[in-house]
T-cell receptor, first 116, second 115 residues
Framework: EAQVTQNPRYLITVTGKKLTVTCSQN?????MSWYRQDPGLGLRQIYY???????DKGDVPEGYKVSRKEKRNFPLILESPSPNQTSLYFC???????????????FGNGTRLTVT | AQSVAQPEDQVNVAEGNPLTVKCTYS??????LFWYVQYPNRGLQFLLK??????LVKGSYGFEAEFNKSQTSFHLKKPSALVSDSALYFC?????????????FGSGTQLTVLP
């Protein structure tokens, strides 16, 4: 089954304790992206990757890191989490990151992060 | 910069009645427009898209959307609502220009269909 898998689904942590949210897709997609969802703000892009070893900042990259060492994986790293990073996080992928590409994004089921 | 506005945080409709979820957009050049739906504890799922051509686009689960270039709108519609349509709906826009795909989402509209 074609899917985007995120882990964990729920995560509660304390300020400053480094964490990683994993994302994996099995569709051989070139483009992968991380979003955070906050009430009233919709989805905002954190980072995206056009292909292996190619990553770039989205609209709200501060406090986050990503890597794309393999095509299927795109982990999100919070090196020193803060309470304002409490949010619902989604990983998504699509066939291509070219602007002319209009194929739908495939989303994971989300990771709800709470930072105390 | 591109943007999307969903003016209604909440839409309530009785089962069997038609529903409309509103969306307006701003983008340079011709837009690519999308609707996604989010059910509780799930990721977003694609419903339909407008790229070019016919202004009325049909999608999954009986939904359709009407593209109106002069009003820069892309409203989501369904002739007869079901209780199971209750969910959070997101409109999104991208542009075929630029260096990388950039999809901008609206703030979402919670649709509640009342039995």
């Amino acid at each position: 089954e074609a899917q985007v898998t995120q882990n964990p689904r729920y995560l509660i942590t304390v300020t400053g304790k480094k964490l990683t949210v994993t994302c994996s897709q099995n569709m051989n997609h070139e483009y992968m992206s991380w979003y955070r969802q906050d009430p009233g703000l919709g989805l905002r892009q954190i980072y995206y990757s056009m292909n292996v070893e190619v990553t770039d900042k989205g609209d709200v990259p501060e406090g986050y890191k990503v890597s794309r060492k393999e095509k299927r994986n795109f982990p999100l790293i919070l090196e020193s989490p803060s309470p304002n990073q409490t949010s619902l996080y989604f990983c998504a992928s699509s066939f291509s990151g070219q602007p002319i590409n209009n194929s739908p994004l495939h989303f994971g089921n989300g990771t709800r992060l709470t930072v105390t | 910069a591109q943007s999307v506005a969903q003016p209604e945080d909440q839409v309530n409709v009785a089962e069997g009645n038609p529903l409309t979820v509103k969306c307006t957009y701003s983008v340079s050049g011709n837009p690519y427009l999308f609707w996604y739906v989010q059910y509780p504890n799930r990721g977003l799922q694609f419903l339909l898209k407008y790229i070019t051509g016919d202004n009325l686009v049909k999608g999954s689960y009986g939904f359709e959307a009407e593209f109106n270039k002069s009003q820069t709108s892309f409203h989501l519609k369904k002739p007869s609502a079901l209780v199971s349509d209750s969910a959070l709906y997101f409109c999104a826009v991208s542009s075929p220009s630029g260096s990388a795909r950039q999809l901008t989402f609206g703030s979402g509209t919670q649709l509640t269909v009342l039995p």
